[in-house]
């Protein structure tokens, strides 16, 4: 059997979405980084999937929707199954490593591990996995301590390389020469005034609990363009175009929309640009991070483990005791711990992380003249 540390061809499993790819890339890197001709391939979901060509350490791609994810359509037989774990077997993996939220069980994918013969399977488990995992590294959460997710799926790499970095490397998105050529070109067509301090607002989020008003937003918006005399821009997917119209039609003063016309490479690159996203806790916060971007997130309460990673940010909300109820809609039907949140507040934060005016400079100096 290989060890951990002559892995060289090595499976890391991540079904989740954007946003948990994003905050696994720290872990994947110390992997890339402790032995730099080892060969990682990511097994993730179609959503998650979507993000993997910007991640630089990765060599290859498993497209997997598990019948074990919510959001994966009914099968109507077993045989994705099988098809993947031959595919797995064919690849001959050295090593499985099983990223998980501690919500989740990893025991589905460890066997489908154990059935494509990997010889090496790691994961946090609640329960004694036995034969499923060779290395097993008991879930401490939520009972013992809460980490962040780029901590979590560091430490699970750092029990079986000792010899990798102390702290998690930064989280890391590529963006080719080309996307940021075609953003140069939306930018210019949409009129942003270059020379002039503007900020990105991401109004959306998939789960109903985690979305801020958005009267709310319009006032915001309305603040930071008549008050502040800042630009901005909103960002969204197609199915979001009516919010941000009507946020648009509310705030009563100039904005601009590129909602629907980015490609997710294209939207990297504009945060990479824009001084300062303001959003909800959704996948453009960890873009952002990702590309060195401050944050003020919306936070709703639940979650702890998805603030943004190794940038400058503003977390807000408002205490409730309902908090961490890790639903998608919210259980009592106020949504306080958003909806109590004032405008002011998120102006004002924005205002605090606008301040540094070196970032702005040179960042637009950047994309505009690479």
Same mark, same amino acid.
């Given at each position: ?168 490397? =930064? ?6 020469? $080309?996307? &940021?050529?075609?953003? +140069? #070109?939306?930018?210019?067509? @949409? %009129? !942003? ?14 789960? =109903? ?6 009267? $709310?937003? &319009?006032?915001?918006? +309305? #603040?930071?363009?008549?008050? @502040? %005399? !800042? ?140």
């Amino acid at each position: 059997m290989p060890t951990w540390n002559a892995a060289r061809n090595l499976l890391c499993i991540r079904l989740d979405t954007i946003g948990d790819v994003i905050m696994t890339t720290p872990a994947m890197r110390a992997l890339k980084q402790s032995q730099p001709e080892r060969r990682l391939t990511l097994m993730t979901s179609a959503a998650g999937a979507a993000i993997a060509s910007l991640i630089p350490d990765l060599d290859d791609v498993i497209v997997y929707d598990a019948p074990w994810l919510k959001a994966t359509a009914l099968r109507q037989s077993s045989q994705p199954e099988y098809a993947m774990i031959e595919r797995l077997r064919q690849a001959q993996f050295d090593a499985a490593i099983i990223f998980t939220v501690y919500s989740q069980n990893p025991l589905p994918a460890a066997f489908l591990c154990y059935m494509a013969g990997i010889p090496l399977r790691l994961a946090h488990c609640r329960e004694n996995p036995y034969q499923l995992l060779t290395d097993w590294v008991k879930d401490p959460e939520p009972e013992l301590q809460i980490r962040h997710e780029v901590q979590r799926q560091f430490d699970l790499v750092q029990s079986v390389h000792n010899s990798a970095a102390l702290d998690p490397p =930064p989280m890391q998105l590529r963006v080719s020469p $080309q996307a &940021a050529a075609a953003l +140069r #070109q939306i930018l210019a067509q @949409l %009129g !942003l005034e270059f020379d002039r301090p503007w900020v990105v607002i991401h109004p959306g989020a998939t789960a =109903p609990s985690r979305r801020y008003p958005p009267e $709310q937003f &319009a006032i915001v918006g +309305r #603040q930071l363009v008549q008050e @502040l %005399g !800042l630009q901005v821009i909103w960002t969204g997917t197609a199915p979001e175009q009516e919010l941000v119209s009507t946020i648009q039609q509310q705030m009563l003063a100039p904005s601009y929309s590129l909602v629907d016309r980015l490609t997710l490479e294209q939207m990297a690159a504009l945060l990479a640009l824009t001084p300062l996203l303001i959003s909800n806790n959704t996948g453009p916060v960890h873009i952002a991070a990702a590309m060195g971007t401050p944050v003020v997130d919306l936070y709703a309460l639940t979650n702890p483990q998805h603030t943004p990673w190794g940038v400058p940010h503003r977390v807000l909300f408002q205490d409730v005791p309902c908090r961490f109820c890790y639903k998608s809609i919210c259980p009592e039907g106020h949504h306080h711990c958003l909806q109590l949140v004032a405008p002011q507040t998120v102006v004002d934060a924005a205002l605090e992380l606008l301040q540094p005016t070196e970032r702005v400079v040179s960042a637009a100096s950047a994309l505009l003249h690479c």
